[in-house]
């Protein structure tokens, strides 16, 4: 079974806090920016690093702009959740692609 999705309070947003956590196969982090709450979200099972981020969004930083966070969050883990499981060498596979395109952009600016 999994867990409910969870968000901290606003004022935990206020304070200039980050938030990182998952909901099934779902990760996601969000990150106060001034009177916004940006917000990223990949499919697990790795880190943030190690992984590709499929969306991305802004929300106000406001109990309104939190609620629309939440429900866009809960669409995220629906999709990704329903998604077929991968076996853990397509895991790995999937994360040895990422760590590939990360070496070859870094090579490319440096030129």
Not at 2 to 11: A, I, K, N, R
Not at 99 to 105: G, V
């Amino acid at each position: 079974m999994m867990g409910e999705l969870f968000l901290p309070v606003l004022s935990h947003f206020q304070n200039q806090n980050t938030w990182i956590s998952s909901q099934g196969r779902l990760r996601y982090k969000v990150v106060p920016d001034g009177e916004e709450l940006k917000s990223e979200v990949w499919e697990g099972p790795w880190e943030y690093a190690l992984s590709t981020v499929e969306g991305a969004g802004t929300f106000p930083m406001s109990e309104e702009g939190l609620g629309s966070l939440a429900a866009w969050l809960e669409g995220w883990a629906a999709d990704v959740n329903a998604r077929p499981r991968r076996t853990l060498e397509e895991d790995i596979e999937r994360r040895e692609a990422v760590k590939r395109e990360k070496e070859a952009q870094a090579a490319q600016q440096q030129g």
